[in-house]
């Protein structure tokens, strides 16, 4: 069973930045894809990034040229920074991890843009 930790949400206002990370347990994160989805109130959960395997990386139009995905090995972590954000951006952010076909999600962590 994999446990992942979201971590780094908090209120920023707009054009802030924000930094979140998901720790992994019981499960290598180096091995799979993981992903960031959010889910904004009243709306669907969508992805925002994922890193595979090999490093490449995919943001959504939504965040693109603003966002920085990356994965320590070492920490066994995935960090997803965003930049210039807006409150378009407020939302529950999740970590998500296929493992060949198993699911793990976090329990999220919040950010809001506001001022």
């Known amino acids: 069973q994999v446990h992942l930790v979201e971590s ?9 930045s924000r930094r979140l990370s998901c720790a992994a ?4 994160l180096g091995f799979y ?3 960031w989805y959010r889910q904004a ?3 669907q959960r969508e992805v925002v990034s994922s890193i595979t395997r090999g490093g490449d ?8 040229g603003r966002s ?4 320590d090995n070492a920490q066994n972590t995935v960090t997803l920074q965003i930049n210039n954000l807006t409150p378009e ?3 529950i952010y999740y970590c998500h991890l296929n493992r060949n076909g198993e699911i793990f999600w976090g329990q999220g962590t919040q950010v809001t843009v506001s001022s």
Do not use: E, L, M, N
Not at 8 to 16: D, R, S, Y
Not at 25 to 28: D, I, Q, R
Not at 57 to 64: E, G, L, N, P, R
């Open 25 to 28: 347990s019981g499960g290598f």
């Open 33 to 35: 894809t993981t992903t």
């Open 57 to 64: 990386k995919d943001y959504a139009d939504s965040v693109k």
């Open 8 to 16: 780094g949400g908090g209120w920023v206002q707009p054009g802030g």
């Open 89 to 91: 951006d407020t939302a």
């Open 41 to 43: 109130p009243g709306k």
């Open 68 to 71: 920085y995905i990356s994965r």
